[in-house]
């Protein structure tokens, strides 16, 4: 029975290791159900030309389809910025089993966010795309998520209070939608959040819900929020209220041209900035209950004030008589405005004053100290009124303000960075750079038209310029997203280390744009496209590329990496080195765009470097040093060698990532011939051939400390090129 017993659990094993095979191979590594989820976003979003991505079915995890991260068998993120994506999000986020990521911003993605959302998700970056609709009360079960950004769409309506369980989140963005209405009361549960972007909305009501929350950046500018600020928050670092009718904030000035004393009473207040009198803080705002009692106590605080004010004048007058007699000369009356009682005092608005007063004999300066000023002019001998106008701030009433837009306006042009004193120092030392106004950009680029669009990528727009002297430019615009990262002082330290790079195989940079919070830079302009188009797309100009060509422009391109790595001092890691980011002039030489960009780069930048193709194995660490760059330069060389896409998913498996496929055959010269592009087998010697693949080979090792520098690689084509001119 026992040896039965043993059989049988033996065979049972048996049948289940092959139904778990069986289940691979029909199924692959991915769960089927992330899968459906997957085919549904791809459907919702209007099948982009993604690459490995399928309309059903597929193996999103096994095949690495662009921008899919996953863990074992589940997809854990989908990272897909700037990737010119439209259509819509779908209603079937909700179906993937163990996401924690979400980032398709800055692309043209419309419809409204889904309501139905995964529960494991930790990120969910939306920003920068058309959505519309409001935000969906399903926030309430996103109780893991730590980062949520929504900024730059067209939401509408409030924000729902739904922050109830969102106590992990710690970086929120809103901003530069037409959300409305006040801050709901959940947003006081929000206890890790530390980055909160409100700003170009129009939000109403007060900030109280948020005086207790551990911020540490608060943007609230150019929204319609009302009410004293609270005392807390002026304590945050960075923190930005600008373009708010804060109307609650100051104690406003006495009416200046009323004879009564009751009409020394303050008026509701004015809308402006706080400002503090006698050091007493700003006023509350009363109820219904208490106006009666908050009228009383102010009449009896300015009649005291006026009463004050007499007292005062009397004894200047006094004095002025005694002086008067002392000199014998014939003593001048007070007024008997100012001999009756503080409700004939005459207060002159500086509309009223007369020049001509200032320079009568009878004018008469009584005191003067630091803390106030009072002045009284004669209009004659016998009549004598005090302008108040001079009076000191600090003593007696609010300084002027400046006007202050009423709730019903909304400032949306943000301070101009461009010139500050600050600014204006930073930009003289940017010598080799030349700046350029928003409306002189605007004018060159036909106020950046679609007829002027050249592309679009993860950080950026550009579009083509032309100069009244006919000079042509490329202008890229920084998507908001980036731009909101970057302060004034770091953005010009970045035009001035890029402004330093100057080397014939690098696209230099001619000038830049700072103002009204608008970052764009200028660069030497190619009218011959991309490496990429050359190879894959345009087929006129891949026949121009012959063999000999293919190996200067590889020279070209390691050049301008040797320039970067070896002669700037620091050296410079390119990071995100590809046949995109290959220009050609005029005469068809290569230029290396982006050089300097690497500290813009987010972060998932390296995923989407990876699922193109071009990234080292090494990324997978997070580690990126200058033999990454090495390494996208060998995927280039393979793609001149075999005209071949780095990622390529229209071909076999085993054929879609160029490296994989060409790595065990770059020793094998039988294997050459048949590797290198079609349209040049009868034009090059199996010999240059197989020097040219053995530099690849040497810069795709795996292993990082293996790869040459790129001074090597310089030489190593440099004897190529002579051997065969």
């Keep these: 029975m026992e040896y039965l017993r043993l059989e049988f659990y033996s065979k049972l094993r048996i049948v289940c290791l092959m139904t778990l095979f069986i289940a691979q191979v029909c199924y692959g590594e991915t769960d089927q159900r992330d899968v459906l989820a997957i085919n549904s976003l791809y459907a919702a979003l209007g099948y982009p030309p993604l690459p490995g991505w399928l309309v059903s079915g597929g193996d999103p995890c096994a095949e690495g389809w662009q921008g899919v991260l996953c863990v074992n068998s589940n997809i854990t993120g989908i990272v897909l ?42 990120i969910l970056t939306l920003s920068g795309n058309q959505l519309t609709g409001s935000i969906p009360d399903s926030l309430s079960l996103l109780g893991q998520m730590t980062d949520l950004s929504l900024s730059n769409n067209h939401l509408t309506g409030v924000i729902p209070d739904s922050f109830q369980q969102l106590t992990p989140l710690v970086n929120m963005d809103l901003s530069a939608n037409n959300l409305s209405g006040p801050l709901p009361p959940s947003m006081a549960n929000l206890l890790s959040v530390t980055t909160l972007h409100l700003q170009d909305n129009h939000l109403t009501g007060f900030l109280d819900v948020l005086q207790d929350l551990p911020l540490i950046t608060l943007d609230v500018e150019n929204n319609l929020f009302s009410g004293p600020i609270p005392p807390k928050l002026m304590g945050i670092p960075n923190f930005r209220s600008t373009g708010n009718p804060f109307n609650t904030t100051i104690i406003p000035s006495p009416p200046i041209s009323s004879p009564s004393p009751s009409s020394l009473a303050p008026q509701p207040p004015e809308i402006g900035p706080g400002i503090q009198v ?31 004010l007499i007292l005062l004048v009397l004894a200047f007058g006094v004095c002025f008589c005694i002086s008067k007699r002392l000199k014998k000369k014939p003593p001048v009356k007070l007024s008997k405005n100012v001999q009756k009682s503080s409700s004939t005092v005459n207060v002159l608005k500086p509309s009223e004053r007369r020049e001509n007063d200032m320079g009568n004999k009878d004018l008469l300066a009584m005191s003067s100290t630091k803390s106030e000023k009072v002045e009284t002019v004669a209009k004659s001998k016998d009549d004598h009124v005090i302008d108040m106008t001079k009076v000191n701030a ?82 890229k615009k920084l998507d908001t997203a980036t731009s909101r990262k970057w302060s004034d002082e770091r953005f010009m330290e ?75 001092q620091p050296a410079v890691v390119h990071q995100n080195l590809n046949s995109t980011n290959i220009l050609f002039d005029n005469e068809l030489n290569a230029r290396v765009s982006d050089c300097g960009f690497a500290p813009l780069l987010p972060s998932s930048h390296v995923t989407q470097l990876q699922g193109c193709g071009y990234g080292a194995p090494e990324l997978e660490s997070g580690s990126y040093t200058y033999q990454s760059d090495v390494y996208s330069f060998g995927v280039i060389m393979l793609e001149l060698f075999t005209g071949r896409k780095a990622f390529d998913s229209s071909r076999p498996r085993g054929e ?55 001074s090597e690689i310089v030489q190593s084509l440099l004897h190529m090129i002579q051997r065969n001119p």
């Design 81 to 122: 910025n700037g990737a010119n994506l439209g259509g819509e999000l779908g209603e079937n986020l909700g179906a993937f089993l163990s996401i924690i990521q979400i980032d398709v911003s800055n692309n043209h993605i419309g419809g409204p966010i889904p309501t139905s959302l995964p529960l494991t998700i930790k």
């Design 278 to 308: 006698f050091g007493q803080p700003p006023p509350e705002p009363q109820h219904s209950s208490g106006k009666s009692k908050s009228l009383m106590s102010r009449k009896v605080f300015w009649v005291g004030i006026g009463g004050f």
């Design 394 to 475: 600090n003593s007696l009433t609010p300084r002027a303000l400046p006007p202050q837009p009423s709730p019903r306006e909304r400032v949306v042009v943000k301070p101009t960075a461009v010139p500050t004193s600050s600014s204006q120092r930073t930009i003289r030392t940017v010598n080799s750079a030349k700046f350029f106004s928003i409306a002189s950009l605007q004018e060159y680029t036909n106020s950046f038209s679609q007829e002027n669009l050249i592309g679009s990528g993860m950080l950026a727009t550009v579009y083509k310029a032309e100069l009244p002297n006919g000079k042509r430019l490329a202008i």
């Design 494 to 568: 970045l035009v001035s280390s890029m402004s330093k790079l100057r080397n014939e195989n690098i696209v230099g940079l001619e000038g830049y744009c700072l103002e009204h919070g608008q970052r764009l830079f200028a660069f030497e302009y190619c009218e011959n496209g991309t490496l990429y188009e050359a190879l894959h797309l345009n087929d006129e100009v891949h026949e121009k590329l012959s063999w000999n060509s293919r190996v200067h422009l590889a020279l070209q391109v390691a050049r301008a990496l040797e320039y970067l790595h070896e002669v700037c």
């Design 656 to 710: 879609q990532f160029l490296v994989r496929w060409a790595i065990s055959q770059l020793h094998d010269i039988e294997a050459l011939s048949g590797m290198v592009d079609p349209s040049l087998r009868s034009a090059c010697s199996s010999k240059s051939l197989s020097r040219f693949a053995d530099i690849i080979s040497l810069c795709v090792q795996a292993e990082p400390e293996f790869r040459p520098p790129m």
